[in-house]
């Protein structure tokens, strides 16, 4: 007989206990299962983000990028997210600036992040 999965159970009350602020125990139940507290799944995300976790986000979104290279909404969110984490506006219209060299046809999408950043209406 199979043992049960709880994995959707596990990430579900992980991310509970995200936004109840109780986040050493959603880490502890993150790294027993997973190994890590860079989960790649869809909840976890956007408890991540709600809480302004952006480091996570951003560990998350440079491994797609590094599984990927070639996952440019990612390493869009990736360069959005170092902004985020650090406060610079340089650290992130440097990296936007990356992507639109190695990918220029998507320059006009890259380019509207990098006039909010600019502008200041692109805020964590």
């Not at 709880?6 to 009350?13: E, K, Q, S």
């Not at 976790?53 to 969110?77: E, G, H």
């Amino acid at each position: 007989e199979e043992t049960p999965n709880y994995d959707d159970a596990l990430l579900y009350y992980a991310t509970g206990l995200i936004y109840n602020k109780q986040v050493p125990a959603a880490d502890a139940l993150l790294m027993k299962r997973y190994g890590t507290t860079a989960v790649d799944q869809q909840q976890i995300l956007q408890a991540y983000f709600a809480t302004k976790m952006y480091d996570r986000l951003d560990k998350i979104y440079a491994q797609r990028v590094a599984k990927d290279p070639t996952d440019i909404q990612s390493a869009v969110a990736e360069a959005v997210l170092q902004y985020f984490v650090t406060g610079s506006k340089s650290v992130g219209i440097t990296a936007l600036n990356k992507l639109i060299a190695a990918n220029p046809s998507v320059k006009t999408q890259i380019q509207s992040f990098i006039d909010q950043i600019n502008a200041g209406t692109l805020k964590p």
